[in-house]
């Protein structure tokens, strides 16, 4: 069966790509879009396209649609989805930045919210979409709720007794990223987004026995850059 993540083009106005490029923003979250993406892989939808806006309710700078539909093969498996934004003044051509929030189901990554309105990233800068009745939004709460959960990179290696509160060295059997914790629960108050997890022994998806709690604290949702602490395997083991 041959099946390809979907191939995602931007055809951007040349007022938007003179935006400077952004320093690095804070993932709030992923979109899914299923006028243009579907609903996974080889979907059979019917596309329709979606503005960008420069600010919610402001001048539309692009569209997003599809450019190339799936091509869909007798043998169950499909290729060839391409979807692009097309302005009336394109100057280039550029990828939309995606993530996927399930197997093989990439969102618009979302930095900032406004009710229906999201804004979200772009190769150069970003722009506003309005969500219809059908797109979801998945902030990392849910992301994270149920899902094969790790540590990055951004993460300092420490833990706290309660969010906000000061950290200590986490007793952790790997250093650096890609260290697999248990999300127990959020925290939205003053001190911002944290996150309480049990720290474990090691993935369910490495075939050593049932893992273990090896820690447990809280950690803050951004670390090193603004970067995302914790981030999950979309696609399983």
């Not at 060839?80 to 939309?96: D, F, H, I, N």
């Not at 990439?106 to 930095?111: D, I, R």
């Amino acid at each position: 069966m041959r099946q390809k993540v979907p191939v995602v083009v931007l055809l951007l106005s040349s007022a938007l790509l003179s935006q400077p490029a952004l320093a690095q923003e804070r993932v709030i979250g992923l979109l899914a879009l299923p006028e243009v993406f579907g609903r996974g892989a080889c979907d059979r939808f019917t596309p329709r396209p979606v503005e960008l806006r420069a600010r919610p309710q402001g001048p539309v700078v692009g569209t997003v649609l599809v450019v190339k539909p799936w091509t869909h093969h007798s043998d169950g498996g499909c290729e060839g989805l391409e979807v692009g934004v097309r302005a009336s003044r394109a100057a280039t051509v550029q990828p939309l930045p995606t993530m996927e929030y399930g197997y093989e189901e990439p969102g618009a990554v979302v930095l900032e919210r406004r009710e229906m309105w999201f804004r979200v990233r772009l190769t150069v800068g970003s722009a506003w979409l309005q969500a219809s009745a059908q797109d979801e939004f998945y902030g990392l709460e849910r992301l994270f709720d149920d899902g094969l959960t790790y540590l990055t990179e951004a993460w300092n290696g420490e833990v706290a007794a309660s969010p906000g509160s000061a950290g200590r060295s986490a007793k952790s059997p790997r250093l650096g990223g890609n260290q697999p914790v248990r999300v127990r629960r959020a925290s939205r108050e003053k001190e911002g987004l944290w996150f309480l997890v049990d720290i474990m022994s090691h993935s369910v998806c490495e075939g050593d026995g049932e893992p273990t709690v090896a820690d447990q604290g809280w950690v803050p949702a951004y670390g090193k850059a603004d970067l995302p602490t914790i981030w999950f395997h979309s696609r399983g083991c």
